[in-house]
């Protein structure tokens, strides 16, 4: 599935799908589950966990901008500063059950 359109309204992120369903994600909520490195950590060859320490509650946080990547994703630009997360249409799609 593939977003139709994409706006910011007010502090949540809304679209809606090629199929006509409508999603709209906090931005508090998709800073928390950003899928980044930074966030949630990545691991080494031996299993050794890098990142993903920080703070797990962004109170406040908004949505800035968006980049596209590619026809797949979008990148969104957080106010404190985060912006390497890239959430995959499935990935969003998925963090709908989360809300």
Avoid at 46 to 55: A, E, L, R
Wanted: proline share 6%.
């Amino acid at each position: 599935m593939k977003p139709k359109d994409i706006q910011l309204i007010g502090t949540e992120l809304a679209i809606v799908w090629d199929d006509g369903s409508e999603s709209y994600f906090p931005a508090e909520f998709l800073r928390k589950h950003s899928p980044s490195a930074q966030n949630i950590g990545e691991k080494d060859i031996f299993g050794t966990q890098y990142g993903g320490d920080g703070p797990k509650e962004f109170p406040g946080v908004t949505i800035k901008g968006w980049d596209f990547q590619g026809n797949y994703a979008i990148r969104p630009m957080f106010s404190d500063g985060h912006g390497s997360g890239l959430f995959s249409w499935d990935f969003l799609k998925g963090l709908e059950a989360r809300l």
